[in-house]
C-alpha cells in the first residue's frame, strides 16, 4: 500500500511541475506550401525591409507579427544540434527538423512560415520562393 501512494504522489509531482512542458514535433504535422504572394502582407513588408537594410540577416530570433515567440538553439562546439521554437507567452515548444531554413516567421500566434529553400534573403528574386505554412492551432497536444 505505501508503495503505491508514493507512486501516486511522484505521478501526481511529475504532472504537476512539468504541466507547462509541452513538445510538439513539426515534422509530425501536416502542411500547405504556398507562395510568396500568398503570405500575409506584413510578413512580406517585413522580408523586403530586412533585405533592403540589412543583407546579413542574424536569424537568432523569428520574424513575428503580433506575437511572441523566442528559438532556442541547441550547439555542439560551432554547430546547432537542434533548434525549438518558444511561445513565450504558453510556454509551449515545437521542435523544429535539423537545419531549418531561415528566417521563421510566425504571424499572430495562428501561423508559422518556413521557406523551403536557403539563403531567401540573399536570393535573386525572393518572389519565387515557396513556404510551408503550420497552423499553430491544429497541433494537439502531446510528448514528442
Not at 525591409?49 to 550547439?75: F, G, H, M, Q
Not at 525549438?84 to 527538423?97: D, G, H, M, Q
Not at 499572430?108 to 492551432?137: A, E
Request: proline letters at 4%; aromatic letters at 18%; hydrophobic letters at 35%.
Amino acid at each position: 500500500m505505501k508503495k503505491y501512494i508514493i507512486l501516486a504522489l511522484c505521478v501526481f509531482a511529475i504532472f504537476f511541475f512539468c504541466k507547462r512542458c509541452v513538445y510538439h514535433n513539426l515534422s509530425l504535422y501536416g502542411y500547405e506550401v504556398i507562395k510568396y504572394r500568398d503570405l500575409p502582407k506584413i510578413i512580406q513588408d517585413s522580408l523586403e525591409r530586412r533585405v533592403a537594410e540589412d543583407w546579413c540577416y542574424r536569424n537568432d530570433e523569428p520574424i513575428c507579427i503580433e506575437c511572441s515567440y523566442s528559438l532556442k538553439r541547441n550547439t555542439f562546439g560551432p554547430w546547432i544540434t537542434s533548434e525549438t521554437l518558444i511561445n513565450n507567452e504558453s510556454a509551449v515548444e515545437y521542435k523544429l527538423k535539423y537545419n531549418t531554413p531561415s528566417p521563421i516567421m510566425v504571424y499572430k500566434n495562428g501561423y508559422l512560415f518556413i521557406p523551403q529553400n536557403y539563403n531567401i534573403l540573399t536570393s535573386v528574386d525572393m518572389h519565387m520562393i515557396t513556404y510551408r505554412k503550420y497552423s499553430l492551432n491544429n497541433c494537439f497536444l502531446g510528448w514528442f
